[in-house]
Nanobody, 123 residues
Framework: QVQLVESGGGLVQAGDSLRLSCAAS????????MGWFRQAPGKEREFVGA????????FYADAVKGRFTISRDNAKNTVYLQMNSLKPEDTAVYYC????????????????WGQGTQVTVSS
C-alpha cells in the first residue's frame, strides 16, 4: 500500500508559479512511476506529466510542456510538480498517482492516488 498526500495548492494570478508536493508513505516510490493528473470542473481527469520509475526522462502533456517540471526527492519519498507561467486554464484539482513498474499516461494504470489539491489561477 502506498499513501499519497498532495499539498501546495492555492490561488495565484496568471503568470505566477506554484510548487505542488506529493508525499508518499507506506512504501518507497523508487519502483513507481509517479504521475500528475488534473481535473477541471465539468471536465474529465487529464494527464499532466509523469516521472518514470526506470529513471528515464519525464514526459508531459503538450498543454504544460515547457512550463511544468516534475522532480523527485528519494530521501523524502516525495515528488514535486513545479508549475511556472500559470494560466487560467490550468485551474483544476491536481492529483498525484503511483503506478508500479509501469510508464504510462493512462490514469487507469495508476493504482494509488492522493486526495487532490486545488489550484486556481485568476486572470
Amino acid at each position: 500500500q502506498v499513501q499519497l498526500v498532495e499539498s501546495g495548492g492555492g490561488l495565484v494570478q496568471a503568470g505566477d508559479s506554484l510548487r505542488l508536493s506529493c508525499a508518499a508513505s507506506g512504501r518507497t516510490i523508487s519502483t513507481y512511476t509517479m504521475g500528475w493528473f488534473r481535473q477541471a470542473p465539468g471536465k474529465e481527469r487529464e494527464f499532466v506529466g509523469a516521472l518514470p520509475w526506470s529513471g528515464s526522462s519525464t514526459f508531459y502533456a503538450d498543454a504544460v510542456k515547457g512550463r511544468f517540471t516534475i522532480s523527485r526527492d528519494n530521501a523524502k519519498n516525495t515528488v514535486y510538480l513545479q508549475m511556472n507561467s500559470l494560466k487560467p486554464e490550468d485551474t483544476a484539482v491536481y492529483y498525484c498517482a503511483a503506478a508500479l513498474y509501469t510508464t504510462t499516461r493512462t490514469s487507469t494504470s495508476y493504482r494509488y492516488w492522493g486526495q487532490g489539491t486545488q489550484v486556481t489561477v485568476s486572470s
